[in-house]
């Protein structure tokens, strides 16, 4: 498959996992040839910072991308914190991503998050100070900080003069606010090529016409492979769905990011709202999606199909895939695919 130009292929693991089990597919994954493992943290699952400290010991080469955090439920001073920490044990590996969470579960924490392109320019502010200067104090809108010394001062060892921060972004202001301010863009699951080829020219864009380094390109993809394509499409029918059940609003009122994605996706809305409703009413992936939402949403069959899907990312302007590798087997299923990743 050299002949074909990819995008940097690594995994995603779900906070829903435990640390033990991330060893395990992280050493998988870093013997197979994988470039990064990505670590999502969402709300009520398991912390991100102990997985991602565990597999830092455990492996030498992957970079290591926190996807992400929130200044909400961490405060960006905390978020420095376990980020330098995690910095200096991996040895200059690991990556930070930071967002504005997903909103309703950080609503049912008491916690207001009507500012969030605020909150997350402030986050980064904050973080890079404390990680970069002499100290830091800061007046902002949501976040104040006095008087407080940098962390080189405690992690003298820390091997880069800054932390690589990627900005989670979906809408407008948010994607602006990456272009200004971050290393990397990271496009979350659920997201059509269409949309993420959006996504990446508005972020390069804008850092371009600021004079900065072009910013990285993260998405996040459901992915199976297995030498059986029917097999591997079915399976990731059910990672949709529940993805679908757990991320997308209820009811019909969605946010305007949702509503474009839709839009961009090739499914219309009704039939878009149609399978929402039968998945809600106790149906599973395979019978409530059809192949329109494997097309949009995931990369699944052989592994040489595998990788001629991701092919379309790369030229879409993704940098990287970080491909949640669904269903029951992903220890057989990583080798498979990096068997064909790096085949001759």
Not at 13 to 42: K, M
Not at 49 to 75: D, E, K, S, W
Request: net charge neutral; aromatic share 6%; charged share 20%.
């Amino acid at each position: 498959m050299n002949e074909i130009a990819l995008p940097r292929i690594g995994i995603r693991l779900s906070s829903g996992l435990g640390p033990r089990y991330c060893i395990d597919l992280a050493q998988a994954a870093e013997a197979n040839g994988f470039a990064s493992i990505w670590f999502a943290e969402n709300p009520f699952e398991s912390g991100v910072f102990v997985a991602a400290g565990a597999c830092a010991a455990m492996t030498g080469r992957m970079r290591l991308g926190i996807g992400v955090v929130n200044p909400y439920t961490r405060h960006p001073v905390q978020i420095a914190m376990e980020f330098a920490a995690l910095d200096e044990l991996s040895g200059g590996r690991a990556i930070l991503g930071i967002g504005s969470g997903i909103a309703a579960p950080i609503k049912c924490m008491g916690l207001d998050n009507s500012r969030p392109v605020t909150a997350v320019r402030e986050a980064i502010t904050i973080v890079c100070g404390l990680m970069m200067g002499d100290g830091v104090t800061f007046d902002g809108t949501v976040f104040n900080v006095r008087s407080v010394n940098t962390l080189r001062r405690i992690f003298p060892h820390l091997p880069h003069p800054g932390p690589q921060i990627y900005l989670a972004a979906a809408g407008q202001p948010m994607l602006r606010a990456c272009g200004e301010l971050a290393d990397g863009l990271v496009i979350s699951n659920l997201t059509p090529l269409c949309s993420a080829k959006r996504m990446a020219e508005m972020v390069v864009e804008r850092a371009a016409k600021l004079g900065r380094p072009k910013p990285t390109i993260v998405q996040y993809v459901p992915c199976v492979a297995r030498p059986d394509r029917e097999e591997a499409r079915q399976t990731i029918k059910s990672a949709i769905a529940e993805m679908l059940r757990s991320f997308w609003p209820s009811g019909d009122n969605w946010p305007r990011a949702k509503e474009k994605i839709v839009a961009e996706s090739g499914i219309p809305r009704r039939d878009f709202v149609v399978a929402l409703d039968r998945l809600r009413c106790g149906e599973d992936g395979m019978s409530a999606l059809d192949d329109r939402f494997v097309e949009t949403f995931a990369i699944a069959g052989t592994a040489d199909e595998c990788l001629a899907q991701a092919a379309r990312y790369r030229a879409a302007g993704v940098d990287e895939l970080a491909l949640t590798i669904a269903g029951p087997q992903p220890l057989l299923d990583i080798p498979y695919l990096g068997a064909a990743l790096f085949a001759p």
